[in-house]
């Protein structure tokens, strides 16, 4: 039986279609023979250097999929039959678990092999990895883990957070000339390393006082921290944020520290895991974690023997610790980083909100700088289990403390305030929320005035530790017969005050962290019959106050 001619080409096209189909199959067969030679280059589809143009369009840009080669242990057989965990990380103190666990052998004792691929090491070109090919590397599964920031995770959502660091206590600053506010920023030039974690230090202390980075100042990006304080140096900007040491040199040109993470306790590391990992070789993810916090704890409990352990790692001067020096050294480096242990990320991971908040925040700050971000779950990105199944083994309970035990996000730090001269606090901010709704007749406040607060001053409260705020509250002063005194306008002024401060404690703000005052109104809006002079004085002004800087 004859076909026609239109059958002839349908099934010439099929059979077309399936040759390609083999074709592809064939090929990526053949890659994965080969170790991944063939392997696709990534596609990113978000961008963190902040200044698209784009209108909030991800920037698509091919990222470079090549690995640089993991350092193992010297001991390391890949014929011992057992599995690699490959992680990337920066020089970074609190990051050092992981050479202190490959030199220990913890890693084999909790049944694989660690590889680490240490960012920028030795000037080895081969190891200056993108802030976009590590997330692209952990993304497509080539990496099991990724040491990085918790607000570089919000902007990329590379993996999932499967266990804290600890918080910047004090590593991260933002140093200034003759700038005495976060609110005098305005109309100056900052200078920032590029894609960093600086960068977002940058942008949450302009949300401070709600300034635009687009509008409101000029940013001055460089490639290195070592750059940008060259630059303000230069005099090519008037502030500069960074990190220690480098931050340091802006001293040299008359620089003074206006905020650090000491107070602010904003820059978060975690751990990110690729979702392959979790999804396919959760055992394995599991025994990663639990050589992760036996190695903390064997540091907590015996510092000079992990000190030396790193230093045994080599390349010293990438770590900068040194056989010689290495507890100092390696003391030097925690002393500004509050390390989480197992007892806090079980805290934490119990009750995951205070990191979805994060990284919620995280998110609008990145987003109010014309950033684009990702629109996923952000309750997606933890997963706790990790830590919640080492947390049960008692054997992982360390017996010490970290160099610097002050992680907050478990246990908030408590602030004397006996004694505190309120006169003798130096203003960070003018906090830009000002005027308050009450309900009629009462200092309660209204549901909009809540609203308000929950944006202007519970995300830069709940996330830090060395700042106090003053509440100080405002009452007109109407014409009334008999004439209102003094005291009368004060208690509705201070209870307008009292009232922004009790709404902030129902939130989970610790109520020593308060100054309430009250304030009477210019001679001349006293006894007023009108109206606008009348509003012009019912505010609450909210200032934030460090007793030092």
């Known amino acids: 039986m004859k076909l026609d001619r239109t059958r002839v080409i349908f099934i010439a096209i099929i059979g077309v279609a399936l040759l390609a189909i083999c074709g592809v199959i064939g090929y990526n067969f053949l890659g994965s023979l080969a170790g991944g030679a063939a392997e696709p280059t990534a596609v990113s589809s978000s961008g963190n250097n902040g200044s698209n143009g784009n209108n909030g369009q991800a920037t698509v840009t091919a990222v470079n999929l090549d690995s640089p080669d993991p350092?193992?242990?010297p001991s390391y057989d890949p014929n011992d039959g057992l599995p690699t965990y490959i992680c990337g990380a920066d020089a970074f103190g609190s990051y050092f678990t992981l050479q202190q666990m490959q030199v220990s052998g913890k890693d084999v004792e909790n049944g694989f092999h660690l590889g680490i691929v240490p960012f920028a090491l030795d000037g080895d070109p081969?190891?200056?990895?993108?802030e976009e090919q590590r997330t692209a590397l952990l993304e497509a599964g080539q990496w099991n883990c990724l040491l990085t920031t918790l607000d570089s995770v919000a902007l990329k959502s590379p993996g999932v957070i499967t266990a804290v660091v600890d918080e910047s206590a004090g590593a991260d600053q933002l140093w200034g000339r003759d700038i005495p506010t976060i609110n005098d920023l305005k109309n100056k030039r900052i200078a920032f390393s590029r894609g960093s974690v600086g960068e977002y230090f940058l942008y949450y202390t302009l949300s401070i006082a709600q300034l635009s980075p687009r509008s409101e100042v000029t940013l001055v990006p460089q490639d290195t921290v070592a750059d940008a304080v060259a630059a303000f140096n230069n005099g090519q900007a008037d502030a500069v944020s960074g990190w220690e040491p480098d931050i340091y040199d802006a001293e040299n040109s008359g620089g003074v520290p206006l905020m650090s993470s000491n107070q602010l306790r904003i820059v978060v590391d975690v751990v990110v895991t690729s979702r392959q990992s979790v999804q396919t070789q959760p055992d394995l993810v599991q025994n990663f974690h639990n050589a992760w916090f036996a190695t903390l704890k064997a540091q907590m409990e015996n510092f000079d023997t992990?000190?030396?352990?790193?230093a045994q790692w080599g390349h010293n001067d990438w770590s900068f610790v040194y056989t010689e020096t290495a507890s100092d050294d390696f003391q030097a480096w925690l002393e500004s980083v509050a390390q989480a242990d197992l007892g806090d990320n079980a805290f934490v991971m119990r009750d995951t909100r205070p990191l979805t908040n994060r990284l919620g925040i995280a998110r609008r700050v990145w987003a109010a700088s014309?950033?684009?971000?990702?629109?996923?779950?952000?309750?997606?990105?933890?997963e706790p289990r990790f830590v919640l199944r080492a947390a049960e083994q008692a054997s992982?309970?360390?017996?010490?403390?970290?160099?610097?035990d002050t992680f907050s996000m478990s246990a908030r730090t408590q602030l004397d305030l006996t004694g505190v001269d309120s006169d003798a606090a130096a203003t960070l901010a003018v906090l830009p929320c000002r005027t308050f709704n009450f309900l009629p007749e009462s200092t309660e406040l209204t549901l909009e005035s809540r609203r308000t607060l929950d944006n202007c001053v519970i995300p830069t409260l709940s996330q830090s530790v060395g700042l106090l705020l003053r509440v100080r509250g405002s009452s007109a002063w109407p014409a009334n017969?008999?004439?209102?005194?003094?005291?009368?306008?004060?208690?509705?002024?201070?209870?307008?005050?009292q009232s922004v401060v009790d709404?902030?404690?129902?939130?989970?703000i610790d109520p020593a962290r308060f100054i309430v005052e009250a304030t009477l109104p210019p001679e001349d809006h006293r006894n007023s019959d009108d109206p606008l002079v009348q509003a012009d004085d019912r505010f609450v002004e909210l200032t934030l106050v460090t007793v030092g800087r």
């Open 370 to 382: 014309d950033v684009p971000v990702p629109n996923d779950d952000i309750e997606s990105l933890i």
């Open 71 to 73: 350092i193992f242990a």
């Open 306 to 310: 992990a000190a030396g352990q790193i």
């Open 503 to 508: 709404y902030l404690v129902t939130q989970g």
């Open 126 to 130: 081969n190891y200056e990895v993108s």
């Open 481 to 497: 017969e008999p004439p209102y005194t003094e005291a009368d306008i004060l208690e509705v002024a201070e209870g307008r005050a």
């Open 396 to 404: 992982l309970q360390a017996n010490g403390n970290p160099v610097n």
